[in-house]
């Protein structure tokens, strides 16, 4: 019995030691501000260990550097997922699934920050350097420590359906506007619109309203269809930007509105 109430006891600080939420004081724990930590250097160390400059003679560094990390991430994992059960809506059986299901989005991304990488080492010593970008989702992580980006995190996640049907629009526009400017462009200019996969380039440049100006139509329809694509695709850039845009002002009137109520209530 008592070393079961020490492991329950154990459990429970763990707990409160690496979920932000179920602390009663304000600021991180001890635990999360070495997370962060950990979390920001590695980024650092990424975007050092890109610089030939600063990989030549320090290979070593960087290597034992980066495991080091990938160990505590691992290791934040577990205890994660350990230390739920501490937690009385997460204990008993179904417990833990009922944890996974209720943070699936930041344990998705904790597992990514560690996994591909750490088990790609422990087979070959040298991971390909491709695994090396998932090193960028650590910065994800850095959501659950900051009020702020948790706020947009859960604007994502309301409007999600909402950005896939923008985004559906954008790429059919896109397809759209490159077979119209293979029909109008491909003969007089086949080097540049002579087939749809390379009109693509000039619909991303417009779409995207950066305009490199490398590739353009030059015969007359194909510049009044040019310019009607451009026009409209203006709207289709500044779309998602709305969604996202009124999901963010929705979720921060929600958040204001459960703050202010426990306020009344305290």
Not at 36 to 53: K, Q
Not at 93 to 99: C, D, H, N, Q, V
Not at 159 to 177: D, I, K, P
Not at 182 to 211: D, H, N
Request: net charge positive; charged share 20%.
């Amino acid at each position: 019995m008592v070393a079961r109430g020490s492991r329950r006891s154990m459990r429970r600080v763990v707990y409160d030691q690496l979920e932000t939420e179920s602390r009663r004081q304000k600021g991180l724990s001890a635990a999360n501000r070495v997370l962060v930590l950990v979390i920001l250097s590695s980024i650092v160390l990424y975007t050092l260990e890109t610089e030939v400059a600063f990989r030549t003679g320090q290979g070593g560094i960087f290597v034992l550097l980066n495991n080091v990390f990938l160990w505590v991430f691992a290791a934040e994992f577990v205890l994660r997922l350990w230390s739920a059960g501490a937690e009385a809506r997460f204990g008993g059986r179904g417990g833990l699934w009922a944890y996974v299901k209720a943070n699936r989005f930041m344990l998705a991304v904790d597992f990514i920050a560690f996994a591909p990488e750490l088990l790609c080492f422990l087979a070959v010593p040298s991971p390909p350097s491709f695994l090396r970008s998932f090193r960028v989702i650590r910065l994800l992580k850095i959501a659950r420590y900051f009020p702020a980006f948790r706020l947009v995190l859960d604007a994502l996640r309301s409007c999600y359906r909402e950005l896939l049907v923008a985004l559906s629009l954008s790429t059919a526009l896109w397809y759209l506007s490159s077979v119209v400017l293979y029909a109008c462009e491909g003969e007089a200019q086949p080097e540049k619109f002579g087939s749809i996969v390379r009109a693509m380039w000039w619909g991303v440049a417009t779409l995207t309203t950066v305009g490199y100006g490398d590739v353009y139509p030059e015969t007359a329809v194909g510049k009044v269809a040019a310019g009607l694509f451009a026009v409209v695709g203006i709207g289709t850039v500044a779309l998602p930007s709305g969604i996202l845009a009124g999901a963010f002002i929705e979720q921060y009137r929600t958040r204001r509105q459960a703050r202010a109520a426990e306020t009344g209530k305290n």
